[in-house]
């Protein structure tokens, strides 16, 4: 069979087709087993955070310039985080410029400030900008002072190794929060016993000056029970040289006078005994009580008295 010439060039152009397809298909299939790199982004790191106490953002991840001058990153910020004084929640993300959204003007700062109230507040964030060599430190529990001392105490660190300048970041920051903690616990601690002690020292106060000013009060009651005492004692002995026909209305105010004396004994007793609380409880009842007193001591003194007066009527002479 004889071919033509202008079948030889179809041949051709279908073979060059047929090869073109093949290339294409090849160049398809090299595509889908090369592993696709993900970029990720603001939320990721969002994300990741809430859950998750280290990040890595894909940019810093792809860089490995700085992977080669900080092999061991990873594990030991890991290590720095989970060995933080006091067990102070501190998460720590590395990121890259590319990462910042546009509205924050390339800020890391005010980035990283975003990032902190988004992720439930933990004790302490830390952002390394690895594009910058840039830390940002971040806490509810510190104040702008604190944690700007903190950056500043690590700055030369940072600059010699990302890695072992925020490990140091993080030490820290853990001993300032668990430090802060502690002065707030002793705080906390010391205004209530602060307040007990000052009412203490009032009550104190206020128990010493009423035992005083009672025992003077007193004082002056048991002097008066002294002299009744007395009269008791000096009266019992000479109405008993009283005629029997003079004795019956003596006898009754006798009895009746010592009977008085002897209440108001006992009473004035268990009053002397009153402890300055019971006093500012009831300072109030303990005086009319004691009035009380007072006023039969004077009722048996008089009654005393007059009995006396009967007997020296009664004698002869």
């Keep these: 069979m004889v071919i033509t010439k202008m079948s030889q060039v179809t041949i051709l152009r279908h073979k060059g087709w047929l090869a073109l397809m093949a290339t294409l298909l090849g160049l398809l299939l090299l595509a889908m087993a090369m592993p696709v790199v993900k970029a990720d982004t603001s939320t990721d790191l969002n994300r990741a955070l809430i859950s998750q106490k280290f990040y890595l953002t894909d940019d810093v991840k792809a860089d490995p310039t700085y992977l080669a001058k900080n092999p ?8 720095a985080i989970n060995k933080v004084k006091g067990k102070a929640d501190i998460r720590v993300a590395f990121i890259s410029n590319k990462i910042i959204p546009s509205n924050f003007g390339g800020s890391t700062q005010r980035y990283g400030e975003d990032i902190y109230q988004n992720i439930n507040t933990p004790d302490g964030l830390i952002i390394i900008n690895a594009q910058q060599n840039l830390a940002v430190v971040l806490s509810d529990k510190l104040n702008a002072s604190e944690r700007q001392a903190i950056i500043d105490e690590s700055r030369s660190a940072l600059v010699a ?18 430090g802060n903690a502690t002065a707030g616990t002793i705080t906390a601690i010391a205004i209530p016993l602060v307040i007990v002690l000052v009412i203490a020292g009032i009550a104190f106060f206020l128990m010493n000056n009423a035992k005083k000013s009672w025992k003077a009060k007193v004082d002056q009651v048991e002097n008066l029970a002294n002299e009744v005492s007395d009269q008791v004692v000096k009266v019992s002995d000479e109405v008993n040289f009283l005629p029997d026909a003079n004795r ?11 009977r008085n004396f002897s209440e108001a004994n006992t009473r004035l007793g268990e009053l002397k005994n009153a402890s300055g609380f019971q006093l500012l409880l009831k300072g109030a009842d303990y005086d009319r009580q004691l009035n009380l007193t007072n006023a039969q001591f004077s009722e048996a003194r008089q009654a005393l008295s007059q009995v006396a007066q009967q007997i020296q009527r009664s004698l002869p002479g």
């Design 248 to 258: 019956a209305q003596s006898d009754v105010q006798f009895g009746a006078a010592t």
């Design 72 to 79: 061991n990153l990873e594990q030991q910020v890991k290590d």
């Design 161 to 178: 190794s990302p890695t072992t300048g925020t490990v140091q970041l993080i030490e820290k920051m853990g001993e300032k929060i668990a």
